[in-house]
């Protein structure tokens, strides 16, 4: 009878063990199993998008890149006539531009990888930590078992009570250390990117900076950032940033179909139709004559030589100087006679002549070093000639900035 009770008892304290079991300790593990498999799908989802996005930026860039290799060869083949679309050096800018896309891409891409990781660390600890919340719940659900029982279940407990919670993930870690993303490398950089034909001789410009062009309504001076390439165009960009957004030119000019007027000061004409239009553009693209100006006539010198050796034809006809389009114009005029000479229709006006005052200016300088003044004997147009006081003038054309300055 004893022994019937005991079994009874032990079959009974079995039975109440099972059912608390059951109702208290299996649904923790039965959520943290549900949270495994919901991390396993997020984590399949989350990659694959973001590998998508960089696997077509990267098809981008190497279709730009192949463009660039066939249009370079295309150019020392032809002897750098090239459409203007077809530019080496437009082609290029284009490829930085898709290359800093795919490079962000994979910035994005490896930052979302690294916080897939961090995330999954976070996870590994929060199972261990369930399983060690499960099986001291499970140790006082046992504890009125015998003393055998309970020793073994304390073992068992004690056991994983003694496991980190970033074991699994350092093991993880060791095991596949070859394919997840180290968090300490540096990101990559565009400056430490290159491709073929990166420095390739036609993508060199001949001559780069700020002009300033007048407008054809406004007749108002704007600055734009110019460049004059192997190619012989003359490219005409808002701004030499290749990054903020596609680097079209604005204004294409092939300068062996050209006419290119003499240069006054700081001011020179070119005569041209612009063909950044593509074909069907170009077509129906008019001949325009466009008035440029430099900050300084020196540098107004370096531009217009380059563009007269690729210009096609090159006049004597001077561009117009008597009225003042600009506010560096508009400061000179001041500073100057007030008389400022006209020009009839039909009539070109005459070269200024300095040389005469130049030499007596010194000669004066040299007696009275004290009493000349540069503006007395000087016409209103002369500021043209002899350049602006070092104060106010600009930088010269062609001076390399950082992108975004111009």
Known sequence: MCADRFFQGISNSHYDTAKTIKGSILPVFERLHSEIKNKTKELAKGAGKGAKAVDKARNVTQKHIE???????????????????????????????????????????????ISVQNSFAQFEAHVIQ??????GQFMQV???????????????????QRIPPDFEWNGF?????????????????????SFLNQNHRSTQPLIAGSLERKGKIMKK?????????????????????????????ELSLYLPDCIVGALNGD??????KDVSKGKVGNTFSMSHELAFKAHTPQSAQQWWEIVRQAAGQVTNEMPE???????????????????????????????????????????AGSAHPTSAHPTSATPASAGATEGVNVKDAAPVSGVERKPGEY
Do not use: W
Not at 130 to 135: A, H, L, N, Y
Not at 222 to 248: G, I, W
């Open 267 to 272: 001011k020179f004409n070119v005569k041209g």
């Open 221 to 249: 001076y704007d600055a734009s950032y110019y460049v004059v390439t192997p190619s012989k165009f003359l490219h005409e960009f808002k701004t030499d940033d290749d990054f903020a957004k596609d680097p079209s030119p």
């Open 321 to 363: 100087s008597s009225v003042p389009s600009s506010p560096a114009d508009t400061r000179e005029s001041e500073m100057t006679s007030p008389i400022s000479p006209t020009v009839t229709e039909g009539k070109q006006m005459a070269p200024l002549q300095t040389q005469g005052l130049l030499a007596e200016k010194e000669a």
């Open 142 to 160: 046992v504890s009125s078992q015998a003393e055998q029982t309970k020793v073994m279940y304390g073992d068992i407990v004690g056991t994983a």
């Open 67 to 113: 463009l660039l290799g066939q249009h370079t060869a295309t150019f020392d083949s032809t002897g750098g006539k090239v459409a203007a679309s077809d530019d080496p050096y437009v082609i290029q800018r284009g490829v930085m531009h898709c290359l800093n896309k795919q490079i962000q891409e994979e910035n994005n891409n490896r930052q979302d990888m």
């Open 173 to 193: 870690i060791h095991r596949n250390d070859g394919v997840l993303i180290d968090p300490s490398a540096p990101p990559r950089s565009l400056s430490n990117v």
């Open 130 to 135: 369930t399983m060690q919340q499960g099986m």
